[in-house]
């Protein structure tokens, strides 16, 4: 009972501090709607085929809070795989830095996530528009947009002002790509954990949690494997008693179930919260496996499923995703879509004891999920998408690429300085996670976090100061 208590305890700080109600809304605080009520605009759906001339409503919001006209500057935040449900605002970084500089913030949300839906059911035929190259074009074609609505038409290629691209995780490798391909429209951009490199076989992942993991603690990463080994004995031993004690459908693959297992381990890592999954695991650790996969049904129960993935298990089942129905609630066969097809980070168990099971969680079958969802015999050509944008070496300038040290995502985004105006900068502390730049900062940071947003603000100063192209 005390750990169910001290857990929650968690829960909520986590939630209060950054409003997580999915595992891919890294940074953005929650917003109030009647303070900024969505907007709607229509986009096309095919931006390349002329033959196609199918519409769509693209949801966007405002904040004009901190807007100085006279400053000529607009800040552009870009959904990521999720849905988006309001702009930046109040304390998170993107927010103080408009506020210093008197820029308006737009916000666009990416297409096929949350209420943006350009076709009818997400049938493998109609996700075939899910593209970073369509959805850079949509930012594009919303750029133009948002300058007629300031400043009337006679947009001619230019912007009137200046723009500024911010994203974090994959809308970090956005802002980038926005920047590299579209350097007339955006005169700078933060790659916050920018996942610029699309990776095959991406084992450097749980190389990472399991870093982070030990950096914890001593007996961490130990107590989590013991977990997922104590579960993988008890699926052989009786497969439907232990999808039921985790609520996973009674059907659900191997690979699907242990895919979550995996996931529901190494977020906490990810993201700066390493005690919220290792203290009650470790506590656990010496009553055997059946405390073991106590503990770990407890952590799901109450931090996992409430902040991270609140439809459980269901949400990973190949036969669920499989169905053409859409759900705005869920962007996992959207993101499975795009990683399938275009950016793999397939994310396979490494050699020796990992956290992520290396009978269940292999590079085939992850081959094999793609087309057992989408069919169609469905593969990622990562090295299209490599040569498209340049993998870890972009040539775009004025980009900042920022990183937390303990965040697994870092090994697909630049870490190292590219050039005086491709700078990169890592967070080197505990639990500096994922996009931890972008939220909102707190007192009890530590100095790295605090230094690097300190580093990102002086640089925007400086790029924003700079004459237009």
């Known amino acids: 009972m005390q750990i169910t208590i001290q857990v929650l305890c968690l829960v909520a700080l986590f939630a209060a501090s950054f409003q997580l109600v999915h595992p891919y809304s890294h940074y953005l605080e929650a917003t109030d709607d009647a303070t900024f009520p969505a907007k709607w605009v ?3 759906l095919d931006h390349y085929d002329p033959t196609v001339t199918d519409t769509f409503k693209n949801r966007y919001y405002i ?17 990521e795989e999720a ?16 506020k210093k500089h008197g820029a308006l913030i737009v916000a666009l949300e990416h297409r096929y996530y949350g209420e943006t839906q350009p076709r009818p059911d997400w049938s493998t ?25 300031l400043h009337g038409p006679g947009f001619d290629g230019i912007p009137r002002d200046r723009w500024v691209a911010f994203g974090g995780s994959y809308s970090g490798a956005m802002s980038c790509w926005m920047r590299l391909k579209y350097p007339h429209l955006i005169h700078a951009a933060l ?11 991406f084992t450097a992942f749980d190389l990472q949690i399991q870093a982070t993991a030990n950096n914890y603690s001593t007996t961490c990463l130990d107590a989590v494997i013991h977990t997922r080994e104590a579960i993988e004995r008890a699926m052989a031993k009786d497969t439907k008693a232990t999808l039921n004690k985790y609520h996973a459908p009674t059907n659900m693959r191997m690979f699907d179930f242990f895919y979550f297992v995996a996931d529901a381990m190494s977020l906490p890592f990810q993201y700066g919260h390493s005690s919220t999954i290792c203290d009650p695991l470790v506590d656990a650790a010496p009553k055997g496996d059946e405390a073991l996969m106590d503990a770990f049904y407890e952590y799901i129960m109450t931090w996992f499923n409430p902040v991270m993935n609140p439809a459980g298990a269901m949400y990973y089942d190949g036969n669920y995703l499989a169905g053409s129905k859409i759900d705005t609630s869920s962007s996992q066969k959207q993101w499975w879509f795009e990683k399938c097809s275009r950016l793999a980070y397939f994310q396979v168990a490494p050699a020796g004891r990992s956290i992520r099971s290396p009978t269940y969680v292999t590079l085939d079958g992850h081959h094999d ?5 989408y069919g169609n015999h469905l593969e990622p050509h990562t090295d299209r998408t490599q040569d498209h944008y340049g993998g870890e070496h972009p040539h775009a300038h004025r980009v900042f690429f920022s990183n937390g040290g303990s965040d697994p995502w870092r090994h697909a985004a630049v870490e190292k300085t590219l050039s005086a105006d491709q700078p990169a900068m890592t967070a080197w502390c505990r639990d500096c996670g994922h996009c931890g730049d972008m ?14 947003r300190a580093s990102i603000a ?9 004459p237009r192209e």
Not at 191 to 201: D, L, R
Request: glycine fraction near 6%.
């Open 125 to 149: 035929p109609n996700l075939r528009w899910l593209t970073p190259e369509q959805a850079l074009e949509d930012l594009a074609e919303f750029v133009k947009f948002i300058d007629e609505q």
């Open 63 to 79: 904040n004009d809070q901190y807007y100085d006209k006279s400053k000529g500057l607009v800040f552009l935040s870009f959904g």
């Open 83 to 98: 849905p988006l449900n309001g702009p930046p605002s109040g304390g998170d970084e993107v927010a103080v830095l408009a």
């Open 42 to 44: 229509d986009m096309q």
């Open 369 to 373: 999920f793609c087309n057992r969802v």
């Open 458 to 466: 002086r640089y925007m100063a400086e790029w924003i100061n700079m």
């Open 439 to 452: 939220k909102k900062a707190l007192p009890t940071d530590p100095p790295q976090l605090t230094a690097q």
């Open 191 to 201: 790659s916050s954990s920018g996942v610029i490199n699309a990776i095959n076989e």
